[in-house]
């Protein structure tokens, strides 16, 4: 499907000059992205209505440019999607992005199959239609029809929907609003985006052909699904089976309720069946699942920077009681393990008490409390003891910075303590003053994932944990 | 209790001129809310080290100040409270703040039993020991050895841990670092806050006695409790009844897991008790329970900004499908109706269509979808006849402005059609770009609470829904 993510050539039809049309955003999407080397193949505004775009040549239809065309782009009504698509076929090209709305969404199945026949027998396949299409940050495919700018009541420009610098998270989405609003959460938080793909009512590629895509594709490390309702479980379940083995998965799946599910079926035509069915089928082929859409994306972002934990005991380190608890509470809820420490583990800590590197009140059960008068050097200190465990799988630190002696520092102190092992770290600062976002941000560049509550943090711990149950038991039982 | 929260003059034992220790910070605290007329109160700085701190006249001891002292806050080692407190008794102080740990929480019951008797001879009140005390944001009294501001390892001084503006908000905990943190929290949201009390080992003064207490403040209109355990349940129960009946409370309990409970136990000395007897105290007094820390504050939002709901029938307004689905599910799993629309309701809406007012393709069942292409003045339209329909409580409206004809006047355009109802509406938009802030921002400077996601937006929903059944229960059958 490499016509979908670095097509040579591209094709808008329905291109326009006007940019408060779709087609007149998603061909200034590839103009911008062409005139900044970030696309780098052909590009052909198509519309009868016109004999340039942008000082591009226009084209009245597809065959006529008279070049190989990868890929075509339509943004065209309803109505004109079959002439176009048979005259595209006609023309050789092998994907169609369709995001014209107006199909089985509205109970108007026969077009959509009748656009997938032409697709069929034309050898071309399709993603839509009623959909965002594709926006890939490493190729410059941008078929989104939101602009990345808005000028608000007071005048002042703004960005609305931005395209995220490149990275690794992939998020493949039923919905198009929802990835929008992805793109959005995702940009604030400094997370790179390999690509989204919003599938609208998937007339041809589903969840499962992506999935194989982007298990293969070099740049993609975690893979985020939003999903209303699957129809080949089969196929879903073989393919993100598949992925799994090498790269993790979290899903959100929603149409859970039963309005939910009305809404979801009138949506993307989706039907959303059995919540259970899909909880066991996310179980047996390793996709970690989110209960909602913050869990979503912390979760994706735990994936970013940490390994998979070997088991489900944690251990916590804290410098305040009560988040501390907090933490405790959400990880057993999750079925962690907050394990009372080893006579080892504990020796050791009595150990610093006695030489007085970590304070004589410090509470050294689990949570190990370092109480509100510890330094920055008493984390690291007690936190070398902590990844040394052989019976603790992953730690969950909780650096509140509002005591008198925890300073910017302490973020330094807990990488040193445990960036050259193999065992997860993740980090929780509570608050949203400059020197919270601070905290949190220095912990990310160091690939540490700090969150802003307990529970956000547990929660993400989760996620490494399951995955890392799942890798285990492939590992010893062979795959579902 | 007036001389804790509105005390006229002020004694800070321990008070020093070192602005690294917790004497140093407090009582810099009170001479900066002096300078500024925050806190119009007479201020002593009392420690036998010094002549004068920071230009005051140190005293030796309490009873040497020769004046009347209405509060100390203490701040001396725990092996000399019990001389501080025998001393103050002896000049008629009412109230002690005991900032000093290492009391039960570290098993020393007997000298905290000492305290208590020593304040019950003299009757004097004690709150603490082991706390952060009080943060008053209308009176000044300011006990938080916690500094303002932090040099970062750059050289740049950030707030570490701010003081919030004055507002209606006033949070009860037994963590001093959860406290603190909340001030963070709500800090940089722009909530307002009525005051904080860090409750410590409460010896004396516990949550059922400040419930009553801001019960009759003027000033406060939300109470958000921390709780780890509670040791008069009867007290407690009857105290927050009656606060319910005229203001809402939220509450957080932790401790809910065993190594929770453990936790809490060595923190606070609390006993965490088994969790359903919570869940029914919370339900019979019409304390609604958050979930984790993001909930509580979205809950005391809601609270500050919307009124109670009548009933459970809730309509949702999008402009986004999978949105839409996730506020359906999260509404449907928390018990709230997400109903059937009316006859009525769904002929004004068929009619709005006709009339080209919403588009024709629009969704008008529940979750009502404007879809993609809505503008923002057909959301005030459509939400007119939401809000006109009896049969619907509530509204969750998802504003996405990532969609092309939806500017920040969605905003406008929302209140318009609300603003003069006594019926609860809430706002979501997704992101963090600069143009879903101000649309969020906006919104609550209109009073219309407006949260980052969907599920979130639901949950502070289930609030205003669960505290208006208590109001009518209670209306109908009476108390408790």
């Not at 005139?35 to 226009?58: R, W």
């Not at 895509?213 to 993609?220: A, L």
């Given at each position: ?20 049309k ?5 061909f ?133 929907t931005?395209?995220?610098?490149r ?40 969840e ?7 298990r ?90 940490q390994?998979?934990?070997?088991g489900n ?16 509470d959400?990880?057993?809820e ?5 394990v009372?420490?080893s ?11 006695a ?37 603790i ?17 302490v973020?330094?102190?807990?990488i040193?303590a ?62 579902l």
């Amino acid at each position: 499907m490499d016509f979908f993510f670095k097509p040579s050539s591209v094709a808008i039809v329905g291109a326009s000059p006007v940019l408060t049309k779709a087609g007149g955003v998603i061909f200034q999407n590839f103009v911008h992205n062409k005139q900044h080397d970030l696309f780098t193949g052909e590009l052909y505004p198509v519309n009868p209505t016109y004999e340039s775009v942008f000082d591009f040549k226009c084209y009245p239809s597809v065959s006529s440019i008279g070049k190989p065309v990868d890929c075509i782009v339509v943004v065209v009504p309803a109505n004109a999607v079959c002439s176009v698509l048979e005259d595209s076929v006609r023309g050789g090209v092998k994907g169609a992005v369709i995001i014209t709305s107006g199909f089985s969404e509205i109970g108007n199945h026969d077009l959509e199959a009748k656009v997938l026949e032409i697709a069929k027998k034309g050898n071309m396949r399709i993603i839509g239609p009623n959909c965002l299409g594709v926006y890939d940050a490493w190729s410059g495919v941008d078929t989104l029809f939101l602009p990345e700018n808005k000028i608000l009541s007071t005048g002042r420009e703004v960005v609305a929907t931005p395209r995220p610098v490149r990275g690794p998270i992939v998020l493949i989405s039923q919905s198009g609003a929802l990835g929008a609003a992805a793109l959005d959460y995702m940009a604030g938080r400094a997370m790179g985006v390999r690509a989204l793909v919003s599938l609208g009512n998937r007339a041809d590629v589903a969840e499962d052909e992506l999935l194989r895509y982007f298990r293969n594709d070099e740049w993609t490390r975690v893979i985020l699904l939003y999903i209303e309702g699957i129809r080949n479980g089969r196929a879903f379940l073989e393919a993100a089976s598949s992925v799994s083995l090498v790269k993790p998965i979290v899903a959100i799946k929603v149409g859970r309720s039963s309005s939910g599910a009305r809404a979801a079926a009138s949506h993307t035509a989706a039907m959303s069946g059995q919540d259970e069915v899909y909880e066991s089928a996310f179980e047996l082929s390793g996709i970690v699942r989110a209960r909602n859409l913050d869990e979503f994306f912390d979760m994706g972002r735990a994936f970013l920077y940490q390994p998979p934990a070997k088991g489900n005991r944690v251990a916590i380190l804290t410098n305040a009681g009560g988040p501390g608890v907090m933490a405790a509470d959400t990880l057993e809820e999750s079925g962690l393990s907050v394990v009372e420490l080893s006579g080892e583990t504990k020796s050791k800590l009595e150990r610093l008490k006695a030489e007085g590197k970590i304070l004589p009140y410090a509470s050294i059960r689990n949570p190990v409390d370092l109480s509100g008068t510890a330094t920055s050097q008493m984390f690291e200190t007690a936190l070398r003891v902590l990844v040394d465990d052989d019976e603790i799988d992953a730690v969950l630190v909780i650096t509140l910075h509002h005591t008198p002696a925890v300073l910017d520092d302490v973020v330094g102190k807990v990488i040193h303590a445990c960036y050259d092992r193999r065992k997860p770290v993740i980090a929780c600062d509570i608050g949203s003053t400059e020197m919270a976002e601070e905290i949190r941000s220095r912990f990310e560049k160091l690939r540490v994932p700090a969150y802003t509550t307990p529970e956000r943090a547990a929660r993400a711990l989760y996620a490494l944990v399951t995955y890392g149950k799942y890798l285990e038991h492939v590992k010893k039982h062979g795959l579902l």
